[in-house]
């Protein structure tokens, strides 16, 4: 599994790297001017948030059955609590590059960037839903650290803060929309995606798993699909409009439409046979996406 390596704070992160820490809750590094990691396998989890650039050519990088031209570096976003492994090879055929920006959530205590963090979905997207810059879109993530770098160079005044912060939420911003691009330049994967996902969902409830296991998480859908939750989510609602919470519910919905027409079932048995521990609680569901009770819907046809 490798060594766990905590850092609580930035210090301690710009400390391993033999970086100078110009402000205790922020840190802009260049990683061709730091300490490199010694050979190993490690796990790093993070107290703060973590913004990597890896600057390595992308031209090879394949996805499903496509190839993507994306030159210039890739993004990971790491929130807090979160575990990254890292392997270091003995002799790397290249010296490190990149950047990183670490932010500790107390530099957002009270702004507008803390109170919408979490909408930032991608913090919890895994290593291999990285953001793929184009030569472009690197520049304006550079362009957003040499910002910050800036103002952590400048004497503190009572704007730092403010800049700071601002600056960070516009790289945010900006890559909530490289990741949209991202979506729509990998549509043929994207369909892919939701066809196992439709397919999934057909297998689950073709069986008797929903009576013992109930209606199927997100979450759950995602694992078999090898992808993060958020990421999956991001996906279907890119695709759909819907949230993957709302297609699962119409999948739902769509067959128990299907098993009304059994007059020898009834509502009760319909329900448990998808997976709902109560009743009403299916009743409910289907008023709400049919517009009418089982029973209404029975009745009508």
């Known amino acids: 599994m490798g060594t766990v390596v905590k850092y609580d704070n930035i210090f301690q992160y710009n400390e391993s790297r033999g970086v100078e820490t ?10 061709s001017k730091a300490e490199p990691i ?8 993070f107290g703060f ?37 890292v ?8 010296p490190p590059k990149g950047r990183a920006l670490l932010f500790h959530p107390d530099l957002l205590r009270g702004t507008s960037l803390g109170r919408n963090i979490a909408g930032y979905t991608f913090f919890s997207y895994e290593v291999n839903e990285a953001l793929h810059l184009s030569e472009q879109e690197r520049q304006v993530v550079m362009d957003c ?52 996902f439709e397919r999934l969902l057909g297998d689950y ?7 013992r296991d109930g209606v199927p998480s997100v979450r759950w859908c995602a694992e078999q699909l090898h992808l993060s939750a958020n990421y999956f989510g991001d996906l279907v609602k890119k695709e ?20 009304i027409f059994d007059p020898g079932r009834s509502i009760s048995e319909i329900a448990y046979s998808l997976g709902f521990r109560y009743p009403q609680h299916f009743t409910r569901l289907f008023k709400k996406v049919a517009g009418c009770s089982p029973n209404e819907y029975r009745t009508a046809n």
């Open 38 to 45: 010694p050979p190993g396998h490690y796990r790093h989890c």
């Open 87 to 94: 392997e270091v090879k003995d002799k790397p055929q290249v």
């Open 145 to 196: 650290l040499q910002n910050i770098q800036s103002e952590l160079k400048h004497a503190i005044d009572k704007h730092s803060r403010t800049l700071i912060v601002s600056n960070i939420e516009l790289l945010l911003n900006y890559s909530t929309r490289f990741y949209e691009r991202q979506f729509i330049t990998r549509n043929n994967v994207n369909r892919d995606v939701l066809a196992g």
């Open 240 to 259: 759909t409009g819907k949230s993957a919470q709302e297609y699962i519910q119409l999948k739902v919905i769509d067959i128990a439409k299907e098993r």
């Open 49 to 85: 948030y973590a913004v990597f650039l890896k600057d390595v050519k992308c031209g090879d990088l394949r996805y499903g059955r496509n190839y993507y031209d994306y030159q210039e570096g890739t993004l990971v976003f790491m929130a807090p609590g979160q575990v990254v492994e």
């Open 205 to 211: 409830f073709a069986g008797d798993r929903p009576e």
């Open 22 to 31: 110009q402000h205790p809750l922020v840190s802009v590094i260049d990683f």
